[in-house]
């Protein structure tokens, strides 16, 4: 019989899992959607998911903070920020696809990969936060 410690770690570690299965489903879904829109030559649907789950990592760490518009109990947090940012974000993507544009000549392209990826993802990042911060959205 587990006791009440590990039965909170076992809430924990299967909010990360669940928020990470459906974070990694839909980082698959949007990634093919992207292409078949943008075309692949460009790492477009990574850019796309990295400033999307800024946005939302930046909104809900503001917007659930125990003195926050919307506090959100402990394994709440867990599933959305690391569990389904965490699957649905693609850092290891960018940096393998930002090395690819390098590994094919064409270095202004991986520096405008870089570029974008990083100042968006931290506009959307401060931007989630303010609206977190707020209650702009489901407060």
């Given at each position: 019989?587990?006791?009440?410690?590990?039965?909170?770690?076992?809430?924990?570690?299967?909010?990360?899992?669940?928020?990470?299965?459906?974070?990694?489903?839909?980082?698959?879904?949007?990634?093919?959607?992207?292409?078949?829109?943008?075309?692949?030559?460009?790492?477009?649907?990574?850019?796309?998911?990295?400033?999307?789950?800024?946005?939302?990592?930046?909104?809900?760490?503001?917007?659930?903070?125990?003195?926050?518009?919307?506090?959100?109990?402990?394994?709440?947090?867990?599933?959305?920020?690391?569990?389904?940012?965490?699957?649905?974000?693609?850092?290891?993507?960018?940096?393998?696809?930002?090395?690819?544009?390098l590994q094919e000549g064409a270095p202004v392209a991986a520096l405008v990969n870089i570029g974008l990826s990083v100042g968006l993802c931290l506009a959307a990042v401060a931007l989630g936060?303010?609206?977190?911060?707020?209650?702009?959205?489901?407060?």
């Amino acid at each position: 019989m587990l006791g009440a410690i590990e039965e909170t770690m076992m809430g924990e570690w299967l909010s990360v899992a669940v928020g990470g299965a459906v974070g990694s489903m839909l980082r698959y879904g949007t990634g093919i959607l992207v292409a078949r829109w943008l075309g692949a030559a460009f790492p477009w649907g990574t850019l796309i998911i990295n400033i999307a789950g800024s946005m939302i990592i930046g909104w809900f760490a503001a917007a659930t903070l125990p003195e926050g518009p919307l506090a959100a109990h402990n394994d709440m947090r867990l599933l959305v920020m690391t569990g389904f940012c965490g699957g649905f974000t693609t850092f290891s993507a960018f940096s393998l696809q930002t090395l690819g544009l390098l590994q094919e000549g064409a270095p202004v392209a991986a520096l405008v990969n870089i570029g974008l990826s990083v100042g968006l993802c931290l506009a959307a990042v401060a931007l989630g936060w303010m609206i977190g911060e707020r209650a702009w959205i489901f407060g």
